[in-house]
């Protein structure tokens, strides 16, 4: 469908025009190379289209201005950390009043419980604990699990990502033995020594990981978000929390994408019940937080083998979780910014964005998807929706990406940066979406002709 050679020179036009707009980026970026590996403070940075990373002057609602004054519509939204819109007024009003009152002091505020009741009318579980990151909310919730099971492997999706999580970065080899993924570095043991990984929406892999009866947690997205976006067949997931209780094993749900579904991620949309339950990003409406939620059962058993005088060398920690200040954000940002009508309107305009996108794929009969997931939409380059992670993963085209990524980047847009992703806040405008809907075609149209 396209042809390679006029992809290339498509692409050398876009790192010029690049170049050309962004003076001073590149000057940051000089400087940066000095004193960060890589001439970024954390190295995903790196992975940008352009010859460097855009330096951000200012950052509000759905929109960003870059160092050199070039306007930016921001799909990306910090990848889901900024779903909120950036520097959403209520949470900024939330976090500068606690800013005045301290910010940290190892010691509950009021907030913790307003959050904690406000986490479990959305998603069911009763109990919760913070940390400072999602990582770490699928680190603690492994941990806990490993505990009270007394197994020591964790089950994972095949192309799945939950954070900087060792356990997870395993992969199916050929023959469908688990191994490292490839970029994984450093890692502790074998991956086949600590996780079994199995291929989304295969019920008898899953079965067959349990069996052995060794397994102490499965940890999942509802619905896959990092791999292009692959959805559950019907009945799929509540199948695999039966699989979970048949065997012995903590069901643990990330909705750390997925609450692009409703205020209650697909646990609520879909009645799902997880034994425990991670998110983070957007519910900090930018300030860094994570959290983790469990049944009474569950808090149960962790209470009868945990101690208390040696609770802060368990593995379950950071002296930061729980701040005041990332409880204000969330308790602000839940009540006031991720709220149900917010949501009706991102889902909307998620629908919008998609409804262009499938226009500009029929008009120019590319073999691509797009996938919808409430206030996120993606598109992958084959013609249907993808079953399973390793499926989703070989429609990937980084070649065309690249291109796709820097093409959008210099008419105004940000993508997700790791795949063809695009996120609606309560702040951006059919405007915005309507935007990139005429870029995306005009860009189409010099694709394929
Ligand atoms: C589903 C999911 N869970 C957890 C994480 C980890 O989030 P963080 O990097 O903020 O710890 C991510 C990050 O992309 C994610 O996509």
């Known amino acids: 469908m396209i042809n390679r050679a006029r992809l290339k020179e498509l692409h ?10 962004t003076p001073k980026s590149a000057e940051r970026f000089a400087a940066a190379s000095e004193v960060m590996p890589g001439g970024v403070p954390m190295s995903w940075m790196a992975k940008w289209p352009g010859k460097y990373p855009l330096f951000v002057a200012t950052a509000n609602g759905a929109h960003f201005t870059d160092v050199d004054g070039n306007e930016y519509i921001d799909l990306c939204l910090g990848d889901t950390g900024s779903m909120t819109g950036h520097s959403p007024a209520a949470t900024v009003a939330a976090i500068k009043g606690q800013v ?53 492997k964790i089950v994972v999706i ?36 600590t996780t079994r990984v199995v291929e989304f ?37 509540v199948a695999v929390g039966e699989l979970a ?40 409406g930018g300030i860094p937080t994570g959290t983790f939620g469990m049944t009474r059962e569950i808090a149960g058993e962790i209470a009868k083998r945990t101690n208390r005088e040696v609770i802060d060398t368990g593995g379950i920690g950071g002296t930061l979780a729980g701040n005041a200040l990332s409880l204000a954000a969330m308790r602000a940002t839940l009540t006031e910014v991720l709220t149900e009508s917010n949501f009706e309107k991102m889902i909307a305009l ?21 996938n919808r997931l409430g206030a996120r939409g993606e598109y992958l380059f084959q013609a249907k929706a993808a079953k399973t992670g390793r499926e989703a993963a070989a429609a990937g085209d980084f070649e065309l990406e690249q291109y796709i990524h820097l093409r959008l980047l210099n008419d105004g847009f940000l993508l997700t940066p790791f795949h063809n992703m ?28």
């Open 245 to 284: 209780k048949k065997y012995g094993a903590v069901w643990i749900i990330d909705e750390t994408h997925t609450i692009s579904v409703g205020p209650g991620g697909m646990t609520k949309d879909l009645g799902l019940k997880p034994d425990m339950l991670t998110i983070g990003k957007a519910i900090g």
């Open 422 to 449: 695009a996120l609606m806040s309560p702040d951006t405008t059919e405007a915005d979406v309507d935007a990139h809907t005429k870029a995306f075609r005009q860009m189409c149209r010099e694709l394929v002709g």
């Open 100 to 152: 005045e009152r301290g910010m940290t002091a190892m010691l509950p505020t009021a907030d913790a419980v307003a959050v904690s009741s406000e986490l479990a009318r959305r998603f069911g579980l009763p109990l919760w604990q913070f940390t400072v990151s999602a990582t770490d909310a699928n680190r603690h919730a492994i941990r806990y699990s490993r505990l009270i099971t007394g197994k020591s």
């Open 350 to 370: 998620g629908n919008r964005w998609c409804d262009g996108v499938d226009a500009a794929i029929t008009e120019f009969s590319l073999p691509w998807y797009c």
């Open 201 to 237: 929406n295969d019920l008898a892999g899953m079965e067959a990981a349990l069996k052995a009866g060794d397994v102490a947690a499965i940890l999942m997205e509802p619905a896959m978000t990092n791999v292009g976006i692959v959805m559950p067949e019907d009945g799929y997931l």
């Open 12 to 21: 050398k036009k876009e790192e010029e025009r690049f170049l050309s707009r």
């Open 158 to 193: 095949d192309r799945c990502y939950h954070g900087s999580v060792d356990e997870t970065f395993a992969t199916l080899d050929s023959a469908g033995k688990t191994v490292a993924r490839e970029g994984n570095i450093g890692a502790p043991v074998a991956l086949d020594e």
